[in-house]
Structure formats: C-alpha cells, structure tokens
C-alpha cells in the first residue's frame, strides 16, 4: 500500500514539472519575438513526446499550435499561405513555421492523426 501512494506521488509530481515546463514553453510560443516563439514551440515538441502528456494536454497544446502557427493561413493541401518576409525577420520567421510543423507532426502522430503533406515536409526543413 505505501509503495503504491508512493508511486502516486511521484507520478503527480513528475506531472506538476512536466506542467510548469509546459507554461513555461507556452510563454515563449506566445511571445511576439520569433525566435523566442520558435524557441518556445521547439520546447512543446520535446514536452510533447513524454508520457505524461496526456490526451487532454496534447489537445491543449494543439489548441496553442493553431494560434501561434497560423494555422488559418493553411489551405486544405497543406500549402501555407504566408506573407513574403525579408531580411534579418525571414530567418526567424522560417524558424518559427518549421519548429510550429514539427509540433504539428508530433501532436498528430500522438493524436492519431493525418499531417497534412505540405506541414510534414516543412518539418523535416533544418531550423
């Protein structure tokens, strides 16, 4: 019995950690700096692959996934409509949409989901 609630405890711990990480990583996606948005969506990738995410925080992460990725500007073939971005931003900006399309990638394969063709190849694109 004592091992058990022990093991209960250690689970909701890990899982309170998992959290704040979690918060933390979100900040950063929602930042309006990109490469601290990139870094932020790369961090939910790696969170997003622990067991302790859920099916219910993987649907929450989805939800910051469409609201920072652009998600409206996708059409239906996975093709991303995107304004043309130049100088110094257009690196952080291609960061930001890569590190969003492995996230995607991640969320859907844990979700059991189809990525769209044009989300999985910008995801294998380097960051």
């Not at 997003?48 to 920072?68: F, K, T």
């Amino acid at each position: 019995m004592a091992w058990r609630t022990l093991r209960q405890k250690a689970v909701a711990d890990d899982r309170a950690e998992w959290w704040k990480r979690t918060q933390w990583a979100l900040d950063r996606a929602l930042d309006e700096d990109g490469d601290s948005k990139a870094l932020g969506l790369a961090a939910l990738d790696v969170l997003a692959r622990s067991e302790l995410a859920r099916n219910e925080e993987l649907e929450l992460l989805d939800i910051a996934w469409e609201s920072v990725s652009g998600a409206r500007e996708s059409t239906g073939n996975g093709q991303h409509i995107t304004a043309q971005v130049t100088g110094p931003a257009a690196l952080s900006h291609h960061r930001v949409r890569v590190a969003a399309a492995r996230l995607r990638v991640r969320l859907d394969d844990r979700l059991g989901r189809t990525t769209p063709p044009g989300t999985a190849a910008l995801a294998k694109e380097a960051l």
